[in-house]
């Protein structure tokens, strides 16, 4: 039976023998590394330094946070500036408009009461003559403190820049009925030109005058009386005609000389 591992030649110093040894006998090569060799893992981090990594993180996202948090409040302020400021000028737009409305509307249909010199009591005295406005049918009521003259309702129908068309209406009295009927009459004007108003009392003479007025850029029809006396017909001719004394009579030779009726004698 053969010795499969047969024991190693050995010399004197109990060394095998490199040229008796067996020569299917494999010897591993220490230098060769073995593929079945399990790897070493990688060294681990120091702890300190993955503690300082760390740190850095945190540090990085906190400034970012605050960095998002100031922009945000930036953002938020800056808004509300803004929408503070437009939402002024808004406001300041409006109610501007508004104030020129209410002024464009005051001078149209303005309704205080004006007083006219003396007499007149004066409702919508305000119009526009030379402007773009034209008032068509503002009535303007007059209320006379004369007893002469009877209440008139005056209207204004139509302005232009030379002549003023005025619409009076006043009460005529009928004489088949006896009683007074409100009259409708068409006037054209011009600037301080008077008409002559009926008047109820004797030997009394009333014109109507219109004149305008520019107060602060608005026209202003003014509407007047002026009375004047006037004495009656037979006073009139009474004081017209001279009074002749008596002593100043005519003698009777001086009315026909004789030199005269002895002309006619002779021509009879």
């Given amino acids: 039976m053969q010795n499969i591992n047969p024991a190693p030649s050995q010399n004197n110093y109990n060394q095998p023998l490199v040229g008796n040894s067996n020569p299917n006998l494999q010897i591993p090569n220490s230098q060769t590394p073995n593929p079945q060799t399990p790897v070493a893992p990688a060294p681990k981090p120091v702890i300190g330094e993955t503690i300082k990594v760390t740190k850095a993180s945190g540090s990085g996202n906190t400034s970012n946070k605050l960095w998002i948090i100031f922009l945000v409040l930036v953002a938020l302020l800056v808004g509300f500036w803004l929408g503070y400021f437009t939402n002024d000028y808004l406001y300041q737009m409006a109610e501007k408009e508004r ?14 009461l004006v007083q006219a010199p003396d007499l007149i009591e004066v409702e919508k005295s305000y119009i526009n003559f030379r402007g773009e406005w034209n008032y068509i049918g503002d009535a303007l009521n007059f209320t006379s403190d004369q007893e002469c003259v009877a209440d008139e309702i005056v209207t204004l129908t139509a302005i232009n820049d030379d002549f003023v068309t005025i619409e009076i209406k006043h009460p005529v009295l009928q004489e088949d009925s006896g009683e007074y009927v409100m009259e409708l009459g068409n006037y054209l004007l011009r600037d301080q030109e008077c008409l002559v108003a009926e008047s109820s009392c004797l030997g009394t003479s009333i014109d109507r005058c219109f004149s305008l007025k520019n107060i602060d850029d608005v026209w202003h029809l003014d509407y007047d009386l002026i009375e004047s006396t006037t004495p009656d017909q037979a006073e009139t001719v009474e004081a017209v005609q001279p009074v002749v004394p008596v002593n100043t009579v005519v003698p009777v030779n001086t009315v026909v000389p004789v030199n005269t009726v002895e002309a006619v004698e002779a021509e009879i």
């Fill in 99 to 112: 104030q020129e409305l209410l002024s464009a509307i005051d001078e149209q249909t303005a309704r205080d």
